[in-house]
């Protein structure tokens, strides 16, 4: 089935440590956008891409990286781990940003 | 700045029941809404959107609309089922593309 597709699936992580959410869409859509969703807060915006070669802020960007090679590919980088960054983390898409998203099944984070 | 108020969970219902899961927003402009589920250890699904005033959003028998009067786009159903049970998400998508902004959340519990 077409999608997106984000790995792992679920993660352990020591503190201090690098790690990198891979998020893959066959959609071929212009946007893609990673969320972290934490109990009580919602889903809150961590980066953002309008388009191949292009990156935003959102609104909990520290201690995150992204990048936007081409098309399909969005990884989210955590530089260096820390416990707050234990969460769940969606990657989602959408043809423009003005349309509506798609979201993958999550990763869920844990950082000890 | 835009931002997504909805009424904090949770909703416990008997099968059968209305649902009624209020949603205000903050924008300038004429911003899009939509109302997303959530099923347990899933990624989040478009349910309705509406993009323009008084538009109503359907689908799987909830529906909401589109009150810029009130700055509301409350989700209703007619007849709870359990399976209908999930995390609902209100959010929006301004006029100039930002990313979806999104309220926290209310979890819906419905019994047989």
């Known amino acids: 089935i077409a999608g997106i597709t984000q790995a792992p699936t679920s993660q352990i992580l020591a503190a201090g440590r690098r790690m990198t959410l891979r998020c893959t869409q066959d959609?071929?859509?212009?946007?893609m956008y990673w969320y972290r969703q934490d109990l009580g807060l919602g889903l809150r915006l961590i980066h953002y891409?309008?388009?191949?070669?292009?990156?935003g802020k959102g609104e909990v960007p520290d201690g995150y990286s992204v990048s936007r090679a081409n098309t399909d590919d969005f990884p989210l980088t955590l530089a260096s781990a820390v416990p707050s960054q234990t969460s769940v983390y969606f990657c989602?898409?959408?043809?423009?940003?003005?349309?509506?998203?798609?979201f993958g099944q999550g990763t869920r984070l844990t950082v000890v | 700045g835009n931002s997504v108020t909805q009424m904090e969970g949770p909703v416990t219902l008997s099968e059968e029941a209305f649902l009624t899961i209020n949603c205000t927003y903050t924008?300038?402009?004429?911003?899009?809404l939509f109302w997303y589920v959530q099923y347990p250890g899933e990624g989040l699904q478009l349910l309705l959107k509406?993009?323009?005033?008084?538009d109503k959003g359907s689908n799987k028998g909830f529906e909401a609309t589109y009150r810029k009067e009130t700055t509301s786009f409350h989700l209703e159903k007619g007849s709870v089922q359990v399976s209908d049970s999930a995390v609902y998400f209100c959010?929006?998508?301004?006029?100039?593309?930002?990313?979806?902004?999104f309220g926290k959340g209310t979890t819906l519990s419905v019994s047989s």
């Open positions: 989602a898409t959408s043809e423009t940003m003005n349309t509506e998203a798609f």
């Open positions: 959609m071929r859509h212009n946007a």
């Open positions: 891409s309008n388009t191949a070669g292009t990156t």
């Open positions: 924008a300038t402009g004429y911003p899009s």
């Open positions: 509406a993009t323009k005033a008084d």
């Open positions: 959010a929006l998508r301004d006029r100039a593309g930002t990313a979806l902004i």
